[in-house]
């Protein structure tokens, strides 16, 4: 995992602690090398985060892609 990658995973983990009502349950993984992360919140959480009609998630996404570390990167919001 390099460097760009673990910032990338840092950003959506502090967008997403600032969201939830269980920072502590926040928890973002890098797969294929940086080229995907995944979110995970708690259960009660999970609709906080994907928002209204995917209003926050596709916010989280754009900020992800405008960021100079998360160009190529994808998020996904997993079960």
């Known amino acids: 995992m ?13 967008i997403a ?6 920072p502590d349950d926040v928890e973002v993984k890098v797969r294929d090398d940086g080229a995907l992360l995944e979110l995970e919140t708690d259960d009660d ?9 995917g209003r926050i998630a596709k916010s989280m996404r754009a ?17």
């Open 17 to 22: 602690k600032g969201i939830v009502s269980e």
């Open 45 to 53: 959480d999970r609709g906080r985060v994907i928002g209204r009609q």
């Open 63 to 79: 900020i992800l892609q405008a960021s100079s570390v998360g160009g190529d990167t994808r998020l996904e919001i997993v079960d």
């Open 2 to 14: 390099g460097d760009a990658s673990k910032d990338a995973a840092e950003l959506i983990a502090f």
